[in-house]
């Protein structure tokens, strides 16, 4: 088995690629070690010393890591916790835990439409485009105007993030959707 690693915008996350699906659909974020029970490989790659952050995609880990640490220090060891996880045959997530197959909070109630529209605009032209950076973006709410989104994997907590979501983000759905006059992140 090879595994390949890409970087991402965020300098404390890498993005490792096993060559097989890692989730049939939705995505997967963990937090921290006690948020990974449940899930076999997040587990094994929370018990790596300095990892802060593991994220599942459809192909994709994303392995977020304490600024102290130095990546040539832990990314033999990940490598390692993904590559043993994998030869097990054990399953990526426990039968208890749920991934996020759609990605987005239900709303209801008279914006319905335009919620539908960003929804359908995150999902065809955002969403794609942050899965590979390593990471993903959910939609959690619409009022008088304002978009709130939840950054996951390789987007929280990347530099880069603000900007993705003022200029590019918010650019997108405020051209297609005049409705929408701002985004802002959202921490759960």
């Not at 070690?33 to 587990?43: F, N, Q, R, V």
Request: charged share 20%; glycine share 10%.
């Amino acid at each position: 088995m090879f595994i390949q690693t890409e970087s991402t915008p965020n300098p404390a996350t890498l993005k490792f690629l096993p060559g097989q699906t890692v989730l049939e659909a939705g995505t997967a974020d963990f937090s921290s070690a006690d948020a990974a029970s449940g899930s076999p490989l997040a587990e094994r790659v929370f018990a790596v010393d300095g990892v802060t952050g593991v994220f599942f995609g459809n192909d994709f880990v994303t392995v977020t890591k304490a600024e102290s640490i130095e990546w040539e220090h832990v990314k033999p060891a990940i490598l390692g916790a993904i590559m043993e996880h994998f030869q097990s045959g054990q399953p990526v997530m426990g039968s208890d835990t749920a991934s996020s197959a759609g990605g987005h909070a239900a709303h209801s109630g008279e914006d319905g439409e335009i919620v539908d529209q960003i929804k359908t605009l995150l999902d065809t032209r955002v969403r794609p485009a942050v899965a590979q950076d390593g990471g993903d973006i959910t939609f959690h709410g619409f009022d008088r105007g304002v978009v709130y989104l939840h950054m996951q994997g390789a987007c929280a907590g990347c530099p880069s993030s603000t900007l993705t979501l003022k200029m590019g983000i918010e650019n997108l759905l405020r051209h297609y959707i005049p409705e929408v006059t701002e985004v802002r992140p959202v921490d759960l």
